[in-house]
Structures are given as C-alpha cells and as structure tokens.
C-alpha cells in the first residue's frame, strides 16, 4: 500500500485583501516566517515517510514559478505539477486523474494553505484510512452553531444545532484511491459540486471518519491569518 498526497493550490485567494494578493502572488506563494506558504506545507507532507509522491495543483501560470521554489527547496524528487482547475474540486480531480494508484492505496488530499498541518497529524489520518478507507481531520465546534434562513437584510435563526453534532471539517482528508475515483466520477456525472472531497465521498454512500484536528491548522484566507501562522510557528520553533 502506498500513500499519495494531493495539494490543490490554484485558488487565487480573493479573500486577501487587496496588497496581499494579485495575480503576481496568490496566497499560496506568500511567505510565512520567509517561506512561501507551500512550501511549508510541502515540508510537513516530506516529513512523514510513508508518503510516496505529492501531486500539487497550480494555475498554469504559476507552474514556473512552483517548480522552482520545488526545487529550489530540494523537493523536485518527490512532487510533480499539473494544472487546476477553475474550481477546488476540478484542480484535485485533475491531480486525481494522474496518480497511478492501485485501488488499496490510499490519496491525502490537504489545502495547500494550511502550512502548519503537523506530520503526526497526517499519520493519523493515515492509520484512519486504514481501518476505515475514508477519514478526515475535524475539530470540536466551540460556538454555538445556529442554522440560519437568509434574509434581504440578514439572517433569522431556524434551529440551534447541538455541539456535540458538530464538526468543523479540515484537512487532510484521506480515501482509499478506487472510492475516491468513483466517487468523483459519480460527483462529474451528475454535476455535483462539494466543498471538500468528504462531501463527495459522503454522498457515494461511503462512512467517513474523523480524527482529531488542531486548532493551528488553520487554512490562511484572510489577512490577519498570516501573522497568526507566523505566531504559532514562532511558538513551535520555541517549543521544539
Ligand atoms: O478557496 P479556498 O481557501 O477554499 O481554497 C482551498 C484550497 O484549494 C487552496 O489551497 C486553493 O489554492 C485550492 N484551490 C484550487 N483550485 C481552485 C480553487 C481553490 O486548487 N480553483
């Protein structure tokens, strides 16, 4: 059995404020702690040895500009690049359709801008896929989680959903290779759009489980996220 990983990275980041992100960097190629965001994430996935190969989607654009900070960084051996798409979904099927994975092998699949994803943290999804072929990292919801009806001029609370139901859904998610491709192909077939891989596989009649996450494994979208990554990597590099 063999492990593959998948980092879509062809998102253009429109959430960043204006000066953090253009088309001449998106999110993912901004640095943290003088790295660019990738490649941090890169670093963690190279850290856990069962991995076998990384497949990174990116806009073709940006394939040049990838490939060097790929080698630069000394990963050019284990990672290869292929084009996204104009979706989250179409970028990892793209990575998907590539891989030569046997059935039984098992695809990561993780938000290239979530650089602070810890090795232990994969290898619990790993061992999760395992035993039960689909497996997710989730964290305990702190809010309170209200269901909402949307209004012209805002929101009225419909149901207030207990805690203990929920789960916010990070990554990595992990599936075994043959469910992950028939699950999208099923997802492509009827013009399904999900939000994560989980909602796909979900939706082919698959359990999926869920391992504990962490709540530095944040995905950077906004600006202040930037110096909350370079906070917990500070603390890290502190700590170890
Ligand atoms: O936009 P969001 O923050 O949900 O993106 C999550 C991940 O999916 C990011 O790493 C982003 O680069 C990637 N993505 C992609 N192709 C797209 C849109 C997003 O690979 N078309």
């Known amino acids: 059995m063999r492990v593959f990983v998948i980092l879509p990275a062809a998102g253009l ?13 998106p999110k993912q190629f901004l640095e943290v702690a003088g790295v660019p965001i990738l490649i941090h ?15 990174i989607a990116v806009r073709a654009t940006e394939r040049e500009r990838l490939t060097a900070h790929v080698t630069e960084h000394g990963y050019a051996s284990r990672v290869t690049v292929v084009e996204g798409g104009d979706s989250r979904q179409e970028s990892v099927y793209n990575a998907l359709r590539t891989l030569e994975c046997d059935p039984d092998d098992i695809v990561l699949v993780h938000d290239a801008v ?3 994803i810890e090795p232990a943290v994969i290898r619990r999804v790993i061992e999760a896929v395992e035993k039960h072929s689909a497996a997710i990292v989730g964290l305990p919801a702190l809010d309170t989680i209200k269901q909402v009806e949307r209004m012209a001029d805002g929101a009225i609370v419909t149901a207030t959903i207990p805690r203990e139901y929920i789960v916010q859904a990070q990554t990595p998610q992990g599936f075994r290779c043959g469910l992950l491709r028939k699950a999208f192909a099923e ?16 939706r082919a009649g698959t359990q999926v489980f869920v391992v504990p996450g962490s709540p530095s494994n944040i995905k950077i979208t906004q600006p202040g996220d930037l110096e909350l990554a370079e906070f917990y990597l500070a603390q890290r590099a502190a700590t170890h």
Do not use: K, N, W, Y
């Not at 997802?187 to 979900?202: H, K, L, M, P, Q």
């Open 114 to 116: 979530r650089p602070l």
């Open 13 to 25: 980041g429109t959430r960043m404020a204006p000066g953090h992100t253009s088309q001449a960097a």
């Open 187 to 202: 997802a492509e077939a009827d013009g399904f759009a999900g939000t994560d891989e989980a909602s796909i596989v979900e």
């Open 41 to 55: 994430t890169l670093r963690a996935f190279a850290a856990v040895p069962e991995i076998s190969s990384i497949v």
